[in-house]
C-alpha cells in the first residue's frame, strides 16, 4: 500500500492505525478525515505523510473532490456515539443515519479508485446468548439498535462494494482499551478512581471478557487492509477470556494495590452479555497479525501515558 485514507483518524483506534501505516516505510501518503473544528488534532502525530481532510461525517460525498488522489485502501472508522447507551426512540434514529454514512463511505472509495474497504463493525452484532468463543460464522442475533445497525452496515457495505467491484472487510470489534480512550469507560474510569483514591463500585464482575490494546487493534486493521482481498467479516480481541473481576483486579494491583474494590455493589443491567470471546483465528491465519500487548502492560503504559499529560 502507498495511499490510504483513514476516516475517525484522531479516535483510539485511528490514531494507532496511523502510527502502524507510518511503520510502513513504502506508504506516501495518508489522507486522515477529521471532523472541521475539531479539538483532537493534537493526537495525529506529525509526519510529512499524513494530510489533514476536514469533512463532517455527513458530508462523505464530498470526500472524492476534497482528497482529488486515488488511493489504496480507504478505512472507515468513523461512527459517531450518542451520550448515553439509552435507546429511545430519537437515539435509534440517530443511530440509524450510520447506516446511510457507512455506504456514502464505501461510495466514496470507489471514487477513489480504493481496491478495498476496511469498516469498523462490533461484537454487539451478536447478541447477548452465547457461551465460547465467537467467529465470523457464528450466528448474529442482536437485540440492541446499535448491534442490529452495525450488522446492517456491515452487510449493506459488503452488497454495495460487490456492485462497485471492491473489497470488504468487516471487522467486528470486541473491547478495546489503550491511549485515547473515553474518560467513562470502563478501564478508564477505574484507572482514574483508584488513582485519585476513590471507591470503586462494580457489578458481581462475572463475565467472561476480552480486551485488547488500541496499538494491537490499530495493527490489525492495517494489516487487513493490506493483506486481505475480497469479501470477509473478522472478529478483532486477543482471542483470550478472563473473568471481569479478574482484569478489575490487575487494575487495582497496577494503580493502586491497597484499594478495596466493590464488587456486587451495582447489579447487573438488563440482558447483560455475560461471555465475549472474539475467535481470531482466521485474522491471524490471513494476515499474519497476533495480539503483543498483555493486559498488565496496557494498564502500565495507561498510567505513564497520564503522567505525561
Not at 442490529?148 to 473489497?167: D, N, P, V, Y
Not at 489503550?178 to 478501564?187: A, E, F, H, M, V
Not at 487495582?252 to 465475549?276: C, Q, T
Request: glycine letters at 8%; proline letters at 5%; charged letters at 20%.
Amino acid at each position: 500500500m502507498k495511499k490510504i485514507v483513514i476516516t475517525g483518524a484522531t479516535s483510539m483506534i485511528g490514531v494507532a492505525l496511523i502510527n502502524a501505516a507510518l511503520q510502513d516505510k513504502s506508504m506516501q501518503r495518508i489522507y486522515a478525515v477529521v471532523r472541521p473544528n475539531t479539538g483532537k488534532l493534537g493526537r495525529i502525530p506529525n509526519d510529512l505523510r499524513i494530510k489533514i481532510i476536514p469533512c463532517d461525517i455527513d458530508s462523505y460525498e464530498s470526500l472524492p473532490s476534497l482528497v482529488s488522489d486515488t488511493c489504496d485502501v480507504f478505512y472507515h472508522l468513523a461512527w459517531p456515539r450518542t451520550a448515553t447507551y439509552e435507546e429511545g426512540y430519537e437515539d435509534i434514529i440517530l443511530k440509524c443515519q450510520n447506516i446511510q454514512t457507512v455506504l456514502e463511505a464505501v461510495r466514496a472509495a470507489s471514487s477513489m479508485k480504493c481496491s478495498k474497504f476496511v469498516g469498523a463493525g462490533s461484537q454487539s452484532e451478536y447478541g447477548v446468548n452465547y457461551t465460547g468463543k465467537l467467529s465470523p460464522q457464528t450466528p448474529c442475533h442482536p437485540v440492541r439498535a446499535d448491534g442490529i445497525i452495525h450488522l446492517a452496515a456491515g452487510q449493506l457495505a459488503q452488497i454495495l462494494s460487490a456492485k462497485l467491484g471492491i473489497s470488504c472487510i468487516w471487522m467486528r470489534i470486541f473491547s478495546i482499551y489503550g491511549k485515547y480512550d473515553r474518560p467513562n469507560s470502563l478501564i478508564s474510569s477505574t484507572v482514574t478512581k483508584l488513582k485519585n483514591g476513590e471507591h470503586c463500585s462494580f457489578t458481581p464482575s462475572r463475565q467472561n471478557w476480552d480486551f485488547l490494546e488500541a496499538q494491537d487493534a490499530g495493527m490489525a486493521f492495517y494489516l487487513a487492509g493490506e493483506k486481505v482481498t475480497g469479501n470477509h467479516v473478522y472478529c478483532l480481541g486477543s482471542g483470550q477470556t478472563r473473568q471481569l473481576r479478574e482484569y478489575i483486579e490487575i487494575i487495582r494491583d497496577v494503580v493502586n494495590p491497597d484499594a478495596e474494590l466493590g464488587f456486587g455493589e451495582i447489579p447487573y443491567p438488563p440482558n447483560p452479555v455475560m461471555n465475549l470471546c472474539a475467535d481470531i483465528s482466521a485474522l491471524e491465519h490471513d494476515t499474519g497479525w497476533v495480539p503483543m500487548i498483555e493486559f498488565e502492560q496496557g494498564i502500565q503504559m495507561i498510567c505513564k501515558n497520564s503522567k505525561n499529560k
